[in-house]
């Protein structure tokens, strides 16, 4: 299944993560120079930050359940797009930011959600043609926290629509077909949903997000963590 993929994938490279960090520790302790310094600090907190994710994905498909806290939906929604800022000044595509219009909270496992919905965004990114867009919104409907990725490239066949989600399904020439997978397995262990549907107006595809905003956290009956 997709999630035992994902943990299968996850367990192969923590490893050698771990030993990356180590590297880079070691080498922030023994050498002085400032600039070298500058760029071993951004490379380590980098991979401290993948070594997390890595992390949670292995707890997730082990356990079922993401560690889910009370996190604000436009905060994360601010991460995902300074991740996606160097790739979309590359493709020349504008992104768009749509934050909740009032404050509003998502049970989520940050660090998680933010990767998955940054792999939404970015096989968006990689459908639209140079000066083409990519919006990325969030609010409250209907007691859930919806976050949309849209965009406005060539869309999604129908046929095609029903296995984008599949493991190695692909129609990229240099595609893994995991990432959307793995996206959907970090939504499940969440306890919500995604769905694919054509854009607004028909044009290119919009992707929605639905977690649960309300209440205690999703599988608990009562209470909940800060």
Do not use: C
Not at 99 to 104: H, L
Request: no cysteine; aromatic share 4%; proline share 6%.
């Amino acid at each position: 299944t997709a999630q035992d993929l994902a943990g299968r994938i996850a367990h192969s490279i923590h490893n050698p993560l771990g030993a990356l960090i180590g590297h880079l520790q070691l080498a922030l302790r023994t050498h002085g120079r400032q600039n070298s310094e500058e760029v071993l600090e951004r490379a380590l907190a980098l991979a401290v930050r993948v070594s997390d994710v890595v992390k949670r994905i292995l707890n997730l498909f082990r356990e079922g359940k993401a560690d889910l806290r009370r996190e604000d939906a436009g905060e994360i929604l601010d991460e995902v797009a300074r991740e996606l800022e160097g790739r979309a000044l590359l493709g020349d595509v504008k992104v768009d930011i749509q934050p909740p219009r009032a404050p509003t909270e998502v049970w989520a496992d940050r660090p998680l959600l933010v990767s998955a919905l940054t792999a939404l965004a970015q096989n968006a990114l990689e459908s639209v043609e140079r000066g083409g867009w990519l919006r990325m919104s969030a609010g409250l409907e209907d007691g859930s926290v919806v976050f949309d990725v849209e965009d406005d490239g060539p869309g999604i066949p129908s046929e095609v629509r029903d296995h984008v989600f599949d493991p190695f399904f692909t129609t990229k020439r240099t595609g893994s077909g995991l990432g959307l997978a793995i996206a959907r397995g970090v939504v499940t262990g969440h306890r919500g949903e995604i769905e694919i549907h054509p854009g607004r107006g028909g044009i290119g595809t919009r992707v929605r997000v639905s977690l649960p905003g309300q209440g205690p956290p999703p599988g608990e009956p009562d209470g909940g963590r800060g």
